[in-house]
Structures are given as C-alpha cells and as structure tokens.
C-alpha cells in the first residue's frame, strides 16, 4: 500500500526547523513517562540549579524574545517602579478599573495598596462554587479595562507566559480585558518548553491537581480570518505588557 504520509526524516527535519535547531543538536531528553517520581525529582533539582547559573542570561533572552512576540518588557527595580508602570498604562488607556487573580506574587510585593493609592479600583477574582458569585465576578472582569495576573512559568524559548489552573484563578484576567499585565519573578523563568513539560510531569506523580488546561500567552491576541491580514486584540487583549521582578 502507497504511503501517504509524510516521511519521517522528513517531519523530524520540519521540527528541527521550527526549534531552530540543527540535526548536529540532539533534542535534550527531560525524561519520559515511565519514569519515576525521584527520578524526575532528581531532573527537577537539576533543572533548578541549571536555571539558577543562568538566571541573567536567561532574564536576557525571555525579555528579547518576549518583544518579538509583541509584548511590551519593563524592568521595574522595586516597588514604586512597578507602580509607576502600571499607572502609565491606566492613563494611556483611560481605565482605573483592574482585576487581578489570586496569586502569590500580589502578597509578596503588595501591589493592592500601591494602586489604591494611585485612586485605581482592584477586584480580586477568586474562583468560586456559588453560581451568584461567578455571575457577578465574570461582570467585573468584563467591565474592567485591565487584567493583571501573575505567571507560574515564562519560556525564555518563545517569550511565553504559563498560567496554571486552580483555585481562585480565573484565566479570563488574562483574556477579556483588553490590556493585560504579566507580572513574571526571575526565579519563574524556564528556558524551554521541555522544562514546562518536565514540571507538570513531576506535579502529576505527586499528585497535584493538573487541572484541565494549561493557558500558555504568547503576547497579544492575532487573528488572520479576515482576507489573510494579522489584525491585533480581536479574540483578546490588544495589549500585553510584561514586568520582569527580581
């Protein structure tokens, strides 16, 4: 029988294309699913420590690559600079309205206080079991001009940021309104997407809760439908903004 398909030299070398890599690099191997929780606990130290050595370079290139993509960088160096950042964006866009997700970083850095002050209105959006309040909180975040979220990773490979599923996250911060803000932590940077992949497979050997999706933004909403033209924010933000925090 005739082989339709495309041969497999030939969509390895497609693949090695789009990773810009060359059939003299081997694709680095992160494990695989028949592995064991410590043997992947031991990948993931290493990981870690890999990522610690290079955590300038890899600031460098998430930032280089994360423009690429559309997203515009900023490099706040304490508190107030990421206030004045984020206060430059409501005036341009004339919205004081903002929601937030849930996440570790609005405590570690005490951004709520900081824009109140600035006279800018925050609602937290917390997922929830009780219809009512999902109602109410999916109106906020419509109504709301800016979303502002944190990043569990951000792929230095392909300017991505990641968002994870859980409890008091909607990831509809990150989607309706149209401006979004990614707060990203140095120490959240991976280099690739295998390390993404080598993370949550270690997450689901220990039994974390996966979820049901992985939300993986890379800059602004595109869309080609209409007569093959890039048109910006039809299905998402127009526009995306990333603060890198020490």
């Known amino acids: 029988m005739k082989n339709l398909g495309t041969p497999k030299d030939i969509f390895l070398e497609s693949i090695r294309d789009c990773l810009g890599k060359n059939e003299g690099q ?21 990981l870690r420590l890999s990522l610690n050595k290079d955590i300038d370079g890899l600031t460098t290139k998430l930032s280089a690559t994360a423009e690429a993509r559309g997203w515009n960088v900023h490099h706040p160096v304490n508190m107030e600079g990421i206030l004045d950042v984020i206060s430059e964006i409501t005036k341009k866009w004339g919205s004081t309205d903002i929601t937030r997700t849930d996440q570790e970083v609005f405590y570690e850095y005490s951004i709520d206080s900081g824009l109140s002050n600035l006279g800018c209105k925050i609602t937290t959006i917390a997922r929830t079991d009780l219809q009512e ?7 906020d975040i419509i109504s709301s001009g800016i979303g502002i979220t944190g990043a569990d990773y951000a792929v230095a ?6 968002i994870l599923p859980r409890k008091g996250l909607s990831r509809l911060v990150s989607v309706v309104p149209p401006v979004h803000i990614a707060l990203v932590r140095k120490q959240d940077i991976l280099r690739s997407l295998d390390d993404v992949f080598l993370l949550r497979r270690l997450d689901y050997h220990l039994g974390n809760d996966m979820g049901s999706y992985l939300n993986f933004i890379t800059g602004p909403s595109r869309t080609a439908d209409i007569e093959q033209t890039i048109v910006i924010g039809v299905h998402g933000p127009k526009e995306v903004h990333m603060l890198l925090l020490d």
Do not use: F
């Open 26 to 46: 081997p694709v680095i191997q992160r494990g695989n699913l028949s592995q064991s929780t410590w043997e992947l606990q031991q990948l993931s130290e290493d």
């Open 133 to 139: 309040d999902r109602i109410r909180l999916r109106e």
């Open 157 to 162: 490979e392909t300017g991505s940021v990641v």
